[in-house]
């Protein structure tokens, strides 16, 4: 499995956007790029995925370079409610057919007011 | 709530006791997993059930045992722990060749006296 490298924390501010990124340089042809949300004590939530180029939901953007090698997650005007760990993982459907997701130490984002 | 329901959410227990977790998920799902995750540490992979078969076991101690009856109920069963196996045991649920990774639920909050 890929092994992902993200900054340990970042500071923004309310209405700021927030770029966030993540370098996988071992990233697999088959391996997806995804993108989890954690608040304390509380179970990871997914947030975005994608393969290549470009993907948009109505909560973030995932920028993906030709390359494959390194990812960027946007968020949009920042709120206080959106200080949380996020954290980049690498992975794709194994054989067996489940998906194995190996978590690091993820990005520690403080919004503040 | 995410569709993935955790009992209990907070358990005190003793080292000579026998306790369950329990885990429920109702999206139809077909792989099941036991997270834990300890205090300024990132998520560990405990184990990974795809159709109901314990596909993973990432070295997890024997006092920790899992079942998994069918695809919906994921069971941890816990016997003689150690104060050190306090941490938050997070489950989650995903489908085979599905693009909205994991699904988390709330996890509970283990504490070993």
């Known amino acids: 499995l890929a092994k992902t490298t993200q900054p340990i924390s970042m500071d923004s501010y309310e209405g700021q956007e927030v770029n966030i990124t993540c370098s996988h340089n071992?990233?697999?042809?088959?391996?997806?790029i995804t993108w989890y949300q954690q608040f304390p004590s509380q179970g990871p939530r997914f947030i975005i995925q994608?393969?290549?180029t470009k993907v948009t939901n109505e909560v973030a953007s995932l920028f993906i370079p030709a390359d494959r090698k390194s990812s960027t997650l946007s968020l949009p005007r920042v709120s206080l409610s959106d200080t949380a760990v996020y954290y980049c993982?690498?992975?794709?459907?194994?054989?067996?057919?489940?998906?194995?997701?190996?978590f690091g130490a993820g990005t520690r984002l403080a919004v503040h007011p | 709530e995410t569709g993935v329901t955790q009992t209990p959410r907070h358990l005190v227990m003793g080292m000579t006791n026998k306790k369950s977790l329990k885990c429920e998920q109702h999206?139809?799902?077909?792989?099941m997993y036991w997270y834990k995750q300890s205090a300024k540490k990132p998520l560990e992979l405990m184990f990974v059930?795809?159709?109901?078969?314990?596909?993973e076991n990432n070295s997890v101690p024997s006092r920790f045992s899992p079942e998994c009856p069918n695809s919906s109920h994921l069971f941890l069963h816990l016997h003689t722990l150690q104060p050190e196996d306090s941490a938050l045991y997070l489950c989650?649920?995903?489908?085979?060749?599905?693009?909205?990774?994991?699904?988390f639920g709330s996890g509970t909050r283990l504490t070993v006296v």
């Open positions: 989650a649920s995903s489908q085979e060749g599905g693009d909205d990774g994991y699904t």
């Open positions: 071992n990233i697999a042809t088959n391996d997806y």
């Open positions: 994608g393969y290549k």
């Open positions: 993982l690498v992975g794709g459907v194994v054989t067996g057919g489940y998906n194995k997701l190996i």
């Open positions: 999206l139809g799902h077909n792989a």
């Open positions: 059930y795809s159709l109901e078969e314990r596909v």
